[in-house]
Structure formats: C-alpha cells, structure tokens
C-alpha cells in the first residue's frame, strides 16, 4: 500500500459550491421550450440518464472520494432541510422524464445512508417514460448495507444495483474504504442483493496504481462465470480533495492486456448508446465470447474520453443540476421549486439548461499537461455521486 500521508498535499478550502446563474431564457414564458425527448445540447446530445444524489454522507472514507483528512467529524455535512425531499425530487424526475431521462441511478454519498430510500424507490419507480415504458431504476452503493436493505429495494421496484468494490484481498479493501470495513460484508450485501433479484448486479473496481493493481486478477477470477459485471474504473481526478497525480492512473488497455495473459477476452458490441463501459467478453476455447463465463466492462474516462456520447445529468442532494461530473458549478433548482415554480417552469428551465450545454472536461484533460487536471476546481463526487 501506497502511505497517503506521505504522498498528500489535501488543500484545506470550503467545498460548499456556488450556484451558476439559470439561463436569461429560462423561465420566459414566451420561450418555451417543448418537453418531447427531442432535446439536444450544443454538441447534439441527447438527454436520457439523470443521478440523483439523495445524501452527501458516506460510512466510507476512500481516500480518492471522500478522504479522512477532510471529511472528518467536524466536517459540516448538509442539515436535513437543505436535502431535497422525496416528493421534490420526484417532482423533478418528471420533468427530466419530459424531456427524454429514461433511466434514473440513485446515488451519494452512500444512497442506503438516506432513511426510507424504498419509499423513493418506490415513488419513482411509479413513473413511466414518454413511450409509456417503466423507467430503468438503479442504485450505486459501497453494499455495506445491503443485507439489510436489498429485499426492501426490490419490493419497491429497484431493478439493479451496482456495487462499488475496489478489492478481495481484506487488508486492502480494509485500508481503502479507510474504515476497517471488512470485505466479507460487502460481498454478503452483493448476495443478499442476487437473492433479492436485483439483477445483473455490476460491481466497480476503481484502479490505483501502487494501490490496488494486484486485485484485479483475483477479482477477475472471482467474478467471472458469477452473472455479475465487474467494470474496472480508471482513478479518475474527481473532486479537489484526492489528490489525484496521473501515474497513478492505470490505463484500460493494460487492465484488459493483464487480465487477457490468463483469462481470454474478446471484444463486444455496446449494449445501448452512451454506454460508459467498453465490453469485452470471456473467450471459449475456440475464442469465441462464451456467454456463461460473462464479462468484463472497462471505463476509460481518463485515457479514452467519452463525452461524445454522453447523456448523464446529475442532481445533487440539495437540488442543483450539474452538466458534467467535472463541473464546478451547478444550476440551482431547488431555488426555483420552493419558490413556487409551476412544472412547466421547471421542465423549462430544465430544457434550457441542457440546451446550452457544453461540457466535454475529459476530452480537455486530455489536452492539458500531465497532472494539471489535479489543479482544476470542481464539486466533490461525494456531493453529487459518481
Ligand atoms: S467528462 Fe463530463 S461530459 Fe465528459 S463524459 Fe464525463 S461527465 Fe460527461
């Protein structure tokens, strides 16, 4: 393991974001902008998948999200009234819905830290897409609680949950999530989740170098032939708290290159436009993808940017829309729903909002200097999910 400590430089600054002003257009009633899926931003793309983040708080402190040094016990979390309720926030799903979202991912912070998460589940899970079909509700969590709370979800309507897990090996994972959090209780929560039927369950593996390279063979071995998904996650420079360096970053293709040296591989097809990950599948031994033995995805957000297709927007836990994952700022919505904003202003404002869009930071990263994407400000993925 890598000594943080020695390698940290955490700068001390107040991670309570600004808000950025609405567009002038926004709330014209003059310009309305139709909700019919159509919507598209200045690079053409579509609107379709929408996080929410119902809680800032995590039971975890890994130390390239939400480090110890920072989010310490005097850290100032948001109070209760500040988090969207669970009626505001399906409010605001409608509106997104209006506009072409068809899948919704809850997030953190830890989603199962919110109490009575099943009712906003549930909730959601009510609503229907503009071709009438069910929305694709999902959850990502560290599966800490996930025995408890698996069997609850799925009454409610969850369909899938993805299971962040950066590693087998107990002293590991136990130093990562920073907590002495022991491995076998995660993996419990992923079964709970299989019994409960939430499924295909995908399981992440954010990859460190001097960190947490040496799991990914075991974790390959572990997940293949299991139905599960295992993705393997480039370490990305998220938040300003990480102290993200780029040799720490392994690249994809020497993750699949590693893993191919023992357990063939061959590519597949995306399932879906805007897919994050890409597919490869375990080989027969004719080299053909033996559907049996599943696959693997690998997301490659710093070496092969993705933002061409990329369709995501996120709602923090108070209610601020942001356009990339990257941002520094968000657009305030919550402002705009207590202030008695009618569902058409919303799906307005919203409608504008994306409109202009023109986010593309991986795509600039890999324009910068090494390691200067570690200089740039931006919110926290504690704030608004991964
Ligand atoms: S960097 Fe931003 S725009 Fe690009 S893929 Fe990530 S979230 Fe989307």
């Known amino acids: ?70 989010f310490d016990k005097d850290y100032a979390y948001l109070p209760h009234s500040a988090l969207l309720s669970f009626e505001e926030i399906t409010r605001l799903a409608r509106q997104f819905i209006a506009h072409g979202v068809q899948k919704i991912r809850l997030t953190g912070g830890e989603p199962l830290l919110r109490k009575n998460l099943e009712q906003l589940v549930a909730q959601l899970a009510a ?108 370490y990305m420079d998220v938040g300003a708290t990480n102290g993200w360096r780029m040799n720490e970053v392994m690249p994809s293709a020497e993750v699949v290159k590693l893993i191919q040296s023992e357990l063939p591989l061959v590519a597949l097809e995306a399932s879906q436009p805007g897919e994050t990950a890409q597919r490869w599948g375990y080989a027969d031994a004719h080299g053909r993808h033996d559907p049996a033995l599943g696959e693997i995805g690998v997301i490659s957000s710093v070496t092969q940017a993705f933002c061409h297709s990329c369709n995501r927007a996120r709602l923090s836990t108070e209610g601020q829309l942001y356009l990339c994952l990257f941002a520094e700022k968000g657009y305030d919505l919550r402002s705009l729903l207590r202030g008695g904003a009618s569902d058409v202003d919303l799906a307005n404002a919203i409608g504008h909002i994306w409109q202009a869009r023109n986010d593309n930071y991986s795509e600039q990263r890999s324009a910068m200097p090494l390691d200067s994407g570690a200089a740039v400000k931006r919110v926290e993925m504690s704030y608004i999910g991964g």
């Open 127 to 234: 609503l229907r897409t503009l071709d009438g079909t069910p929305l694709d509700i999902t959850l990502t969590t560290n599966g800490s609680l996930l025995v408890r709370k698996a069997q609850a979800l799925q009454d409610a309507g969850l369909r899938r949950v993805t299971v962040s897990l950066d590693g087998l090996d107990d002293a590991v994972f136990r130093a990562m999530n920073d907590v002495d959090f022991p491995v076998a209780d995660v993996l419990a929560g992923i079964e709970a989740a299989r019994a409960a039927g939430l499924g295909p369950i995908k399981i992440n593996m954010v990859v460190k170098r001097g960190t947490n390279e040496q799991e990914i063979l075991p974790m390959a071995r572990h997940f293949r032939g299991s139905g599960m998904v295992l993705r393997f996650i480039e």
């Open 1 to 70: 393991m890598t000594d943080r400590h020695t390698h940290r430089v955490i700068p001390l600054q107040d991670l309570r974001p600004e808000t950025l002003p609405l567009p002038t257009d926004a709330l014209d009633p003059s310009l309305r902008i139709q909700p019919n899926g159509l919507l598209a931003d200045t690079r053409g793309r579509a609107l379709r998948d929408l996080r929410i983040s119902v809680t800032d708080r995590c039971n975890f402190r890994c130390n390239y999200c939400m480090p110890k040094e920072i």
